[in-house]
């Protein structure tokens, strides 16, 4: 807790400190990765997954050595060793060799994670500054507000406990910072979209987000954005996923036998049709927040339509736990739209919106510590 309200503390006194460089920026923002990658590394073994990863971590050199690989479908869709994707414990594999501690290797992970998302959000963010009057005055501010708003979402959870979708989230937005940005390498941005799906299979929806970040800049101005919001809101409050989950289910089942895949269908059986609070507070608040945010530019109507398109994903399709935990990937890009406009507001909406993003630590609560 110390550590979350350090965050906040920062997002509070942020518009009265004089940072004019990326340099000033990035120095800040390191210290708190670095803070962040403590805690991650003397996580309590009580913490979901971790014995998990340790009894994995503990068997990689023996499982790498001596696992057999036929075709791409086991590297991705791996079922054995507790479902882990074969490329993250090649991760654990690297690490074990170099004779690093699992602490440590949790420690590294925490830091690759927050950079890899970090310097994606940046780039995501130079690549849009024609769209940002205030880009060269306010970016380096953004970026530290960009940090902070992850940390007060999901970054705890992304960066702490659940490590390989961590992983393949901030790959995905180095991706596509990488594709989006004039100046970078598309080849090594391809290396990155390849990274996030081999650490976890869910990374291939990045293809999805490149696409429609690049062809659907305007789509969504902000009423169609208030009214598709009180929509899903009262969709999911009305558990309208009970009345359309069987016909995704037959989608997705047909998709799979298509590609010759078996590894979900655990997860289209003994579903739930339960609504979770967490989910719920998660549609309300970053709604609320994304329309205080709200201004008339490309890359603000860009990150609206995914997050719209992460609300529905909860909406219509939450039992399914393979496909609601992509959800996050939609909805985590309300976290450059608030940064963006944020500094052009006033002061006391600021605080407004950095009050609002504390009480996140509740939905991020109920996924760390358990469902209710």
């Known amino acids: ?72 479908k086991d590297i991705l869709f791996n079922r054995e060793y507790n479902s882990i994707e074969l490329g993250f414990i090649f991760l654990m594999y690297l690490s074990k060799i170099s004779n690093l501690s699992f602490r440590m290797f949790l420690a590294l992970i925490s830091i690759l994670t927050s950079f890899m998302f970090i310097k994606g959000i940046e780039l995501i963010i130079r690549s849009e500054s024609c769209d940002i009057a205030c880009y060269n005055k306010n970016v380096p501010k953004m970026l530290i507000l960009s940090w902070v708003y992850f940390i007060m979402f999901d970054g705890i959870l992304y960066t702490s406990i ?67 919001w009180i929509f899903l809101l009262i969709g999911y409050f009305f558990n309208m996923a009970k009345y359309t989950i069987m016909i995704l289910i037959e989608i997705v089942k047909w998709l799979l036998v298509t590609i010759n895949i078996n590894a979900f269908g655990s997860y289209f059986t003994e579903l739930e049709f339960i609504v979770q609070k967490r989910e719920y507070l998660i549609i309300f608040l970053v709604g609320l927040v994304c329309i205080i945010c709200y201004k008339d530019k490309r890359i603000i109507r860009r990150c609206a339509l995914l997050v719209l398109l992460g609300f529905s994903i909860f909406t219509f399709a939450y039992p399914i736990g393979a496909i609601s935990r992509e959800a996050d990937y939609f909805i985590s890009f309300f976290v450059p739209m608030a940064a963006v406009t944020i500094m052009t507001k006033r002061k006391w909406k600021q605080y407004i919106i950095n009050l609002l993003m504390l009480s996140f630590m509740i939905p991020q609560f109920f996924m760390i510590w358990g469902n209710v």
């Open 162 to 228: 659940v490590l390989r979708s961590g992983l393949s989230l901030a790959a995905g937005i180095m991706f596509l910072g990488m594709m989006r940005n004039c100046e970078t390498n598309k080849i090594l941005a391809i290396v990155f979209l390849l990274f996030s799906v081999l650490v976890h299979s869910t990374g291939i929806t990045w293809i999805l987000i490149y696409f429609l970040w690049s062809v659907f800049p305007r789509i969504v101005n902000k009423r169609i954005f208030i009214v598709t």
């Open 1 to 72: 807790m110390f550590y979350v309200f350090t965050c906040i503390f920062v997002a509070f006194i942020l518009p009265y400190l004089k940072i004019k460089s990326m340099r000033q920026s990035w120095i800040i923002i390191i210290l708190l990765i670095v803070g962040n990658s403590i805690l991650a590394g003397t996580r309590s073994f009580d913490l979901p997954d971790t014995e998990v990863y340790r009894t994995v971590y503990d068997n990689s050199i023996s499982i790498i050595e001596s696992g057999p690989v036929n075709s791409l």
